[in-house]
């Protein structure tokens, strides 16, 4: 169907000018209510005999689909012209705020001039085409990329194999749309002093003892990264590595030089570096992780040093450091959990973390400052449990070994711990808690990304080299221990190699892409790139689905992905719209599934 027509009348009034009445003011709306505009002259008409020069500004705000904006006369009288339209004004992106400017100039003889009140003006809006004659989706950009990934080098990893810089050439040189440098807010930087010797570090045994195995390298470099997650989830770091007089001026260099990388890889509309870190909170054992992702660059980002979960391991604490951010930089800022599948509960859990009922402020807090889930990745698949769901033959993907205790194995998962820990049976939970508590702290979309700590954000199969170096294919590969403790022993085969985040943004910048996130117009993948649209209505059609891009109809038929669909009919059911695409060189596509959750 046609986009909608704007229809706005060109009125002129006196300006002091004997007998010639030329300013025009519109006032323009769209049928469907989604294109909002109202439009005023900018200072007066400039008159030059018989020609009147008219500039002025439309104030759009839009709802609906993105368009091509046109202003043109639908009605001139004899006598009278209109120089410089039809004009285009736009293209107008869906969800676009701001000014758009122009001017024409209108030029009269006498019988004109009499005539001038009959001119009407139309602003239309218009599908956008490329060369082929194909339709443009002006509004949505499919985007793939990697929204938590490590350098080992100038983070608190283990050893010394990669930098920041190599994670954006990799991401780049492997067709990524963007890239996120998650490094560990705890201890920023302590990987590089430990494996240089720090002489301040050197003082303690066990960070001595740590430096030693890491020079060694191999499997003792390994072992040093499963003794320091477990001594932060214990409790039971060094001193020296917690004494903030050691760490904070390492880490403000590192964080400083973090962002200066992503400055200098940052491509607007072709590749970007989005800015931020990973919070990991793990209380005993139990992973509840959260990468932080900043909306801005490097000016506003390096006012404030990562929080940190060795300052404080409550969820709400780091969301009170994001609302510091926001009032006192002016940027944004959201959080995305990960890795329920191992929090033995705690991720998804009916109890804030102090075991204390969730109260109105939690779940408007947790609604607010974390819209999405990372629900696939390296250590496992969190959407679904086969216990959980035991309709669905799909519902055991990436479970195995993952699902017999928590991050460190210190403590080991019972059945009734699943209900806290899958994205599905926390969708169903959160429309309970909305309905009890007025929101739903687990309204989220979901993305997938790596969690590799090499650098390498490839995400093949039968290309996999591991999440940290020691794990780099070998012929002893398929039995390497990752983890082993309380009888329970977690192998390197067992991890995935990881997910992707798609997201639908109006262009490649680093603003574009984060609204998406807010928005929740984003979704996972195992690390296919598979192209998917999903719209949900009240009125879709068979046809609907014949077009060649269905965001054409969807935005002004529905909401995408992410949205609220509301107002439905009495008595009416939603309709779906969806469209996927296989990924070129990827297996052929199935099936589409909807899984439905609801409240009895």
């Known amino acids: 169907p046609a986009p909608p027509a704007i229809l706005a009348a060109l009125a002129w009034a006196a300006v002091g000018l004997v007998g010639l009445r030329c300013a025009p003011v519109f006032e323009l709306e769209a049928t469907r209510g989604e294109l909002v505009v109202r439009a005023s002259p900018v200072g007066a008409p400039r008159v ?95 985007l793939v990329g990697d929204l938590h990934v490590h350098a080992t080098g100038a983070s608190n990893d283990t050893d010394d194999q990669s930098r920041p810089a190599d994670i954006k050439r990799v991401a780049r040189e492997r067709g990524l749309d963007f890239v996120v440098l998650t490094d560990h807010a705890e201890g920023l930087g302590i990987g590089v002093e430990l494996l240089d010797g720090n002489p301040t570090l050197m003082e303690d045994k066990d960070a001595k003892r740590w430096h030693e195995m890491m020079v060694a390298g191999g499997e003792q470099a390994r072992q040093v990264g499963v003794e320091i997650p477990a001594a932060l989830a214990s409790g039971t ?20 030089e ?85 929090s033995n509960g705690r991720m998804f859990a009916l109890v804030d973390f102090e075991g204390e ?107 996999f080299f591991g999440k940290q170096a020691p794990y780099e294919p070998s012929p002893e590969r398929a039995m390497h221990v990752s983890k082993e403790l309380n009888g329970v022993t977690r192998y390197a085969w067992q991890y995935l190699a990881g997910g992707r985040a798609a997201v639908w943004a109006t262009e490649n910048t680093r603003e574009a892409i984060w609204d998406a996130l807010e928005r929740k117009e984003v979704y996972a993948t195992t690390g296919s790139r598979m192209k ?7 009125d879709f059609d068979p046809n609907d689905a014949e077009l060649r891009d269905i965001g054409t109809v969807g935005y002004v038929k529905g909401v995408p992905m992410g949205g609220d669909l509301t107002h439905g009919p009495d008595g009416g059911s939603p309709t779906f719209l969806i469209q996927a695409s296989r990924d070129p060189i990827g297996a052929n596509l199935d099936r589409v599934q909807i899984v439905k959750g609801w409240l009895d």
Do not use: C
């Open 237 to 256: 770091l060094p001193q020296v590595i917690q004494d903030p007089k050691v760490l904070v001026p390492i880490a403000k260099g590192v964080w400083a």
């Open 532 to 538: 998917v649209r999903f719209f949900g209505g009240w």
């Open 48 to 142: 030059e005999g018989a020609r009147v020069a008219v500039d002025f500004a439309l104030s759009v705000a839009n709802e609906g689909p993105g368009v091509v904006a046109v202003l043109e006369a639908t009605s001139v009288p004899d006598g009278a012209s209109l120089d410089g339209l039809p004009l285009e004004l736009g293209p107008v992106a869906r969800g676009a705020r701001g000014p758009l400017s122009g001017g024409f100039t209108a030029v009269f003889d006498a019988q004109g001039y009499l005539r001038a009140d009959e001119i009407r003006l139309a602003l239309t809006t218009e599908t956008a085409r490329d060369a082929a004659g194909f339709e443009v989706d002006r509004f949505g950009e499919w």
């Open 258 to 342: 973090n962002n200066r990388i992503a400055e200098q890889f940052y491509e607007p509309r072709r590749f970007t570096t989005l800015i931020g870190y990973e919070w990991t909170s793990v209380p005993n054992g139990n992973n509840l992780h959260r990468n932080v992702i900043l909306r801005d660059g490097k000016d506003r980002a390096d006012q404030l040093l990562p929080f940190s979960s060795m300052q404080s391991e409550d969820p709400e604490d780091l969301w009170a450091w994001m609302e510091k951010y926001e009032s006192q930089t002016g940027g944004r800022a959201l959080a995305i959990p990960h890795n329920g599948n191992l």
């Open 357 to 463: 009922p969730l109260t109105p402020n939690y779940v408007e807090r947790r609604a607010r400052w974390e819209p999405l889930y990372e629900v696939t990745q390296i250590k496992g698949d969190g959407e679904a449990h086969p216990e959980l769901s035991p309709n669905d033959e799909l519902a055991g993907y990436g479970v195995e070994g993952w699902d017999n205790g928590n991050l460190t194995l210190q403590e080991l998962e019972t059945p009734e711990m699943r209900s806290g820990e899958y994205a599905r049976e926390a969708l169903k939970q959160g429309l309970k808690l909305e309905s009890s508590l007025g929101a739903n702290p687990f309204k989220f979309g979901m993305v997938g990304s790596t969690d590799a700590h090499t650098a390498l954000t490839g995400v093949e199969e039968d290309n």
